[in-house]
């Protein structure tokens, strides 16, 4: 099998795999259903959703030489370009941050900038 058909095969598992964490289990009964919605209506650039409120995490940052930067597990990681979502709005006034932790590396999905609108 070619390199680019293995690629092919784990682009779909990786999604499937992610958004099987993505579980609401009554954790977050208590956040106000408009902010739920958000939560699980925000799309990357590409029309992908960003996963759930299970695993989109308020987030500080900083930018440096004009991309973003995010702590996740004590580390500092590089906001890819393509994963900063410009035009959901953000009605926590908090950055938030998607990411999966896939064999020790952090793969960020989706990042919303606290001043986001």
């Given at each position: 099998?070619?390199?680019?058909?293995?690629?092919?095969?784990?682009?779909?598992?990786?999604?499937?795999?992610?958004?099987?964490?993505?579980?609401?289990?009554?954790?977050?009964?208590?956040v106000?259903?408009?902010?739920?919605?958000?939560?699980?209506g925000?799309t990357?650039?590409?029309?992908?959703?960003?996963?759930?409120?299970?695993?989109?995490?308020?987030?500080?940052?900083?930018v440096?030489?004009g991309?973003?930067?995010?702590?996740?597990?004590?580390?500092?990681?590089?906001?890819?370009?393509?994963?900063?979502?410009?035009?959901?709005?953000?009605?926590?006034?908090?950055?938030?941050?998607?990411?999966?932790?896939?064999r020790?590396?952090?793969?960020?999905?989706?990042?919303?900038?606290?001043?986001?609108?």
């Amino acid at each position: 099998m070619s390199l680019l058909s293995r690629r092919t095969l784990l682009v779909p598992m990786l999604l499937v795999a992610a958004t099987a964490q993505a579980v609401d289990r009554g954790q977050f009964e208590d956040v106000p259903e408009d902010i739920r919605n958000w939560f699980k209506g925000v799309t990357s650039q590409t029309g992908v959703p960003c996963c759930d409120i299970a695993d989109g995490h308020r987030t500080d940052y900083e930018v440096r030489a004009g991309a973003y930067w995010v702590p996740v597990n004590g580390a500092w990681w590089r906001v890819p370009d393509q994963a900063v979502v410009r035009n959901a709005g953000n009605p926590l006034g908090e950055a938030i941050v998607w990411y999966v932790n896939f064999r020790g590396s952090i793969e960020i999905r989706c990042f919303v900038p606290a001043d986001s609108t």
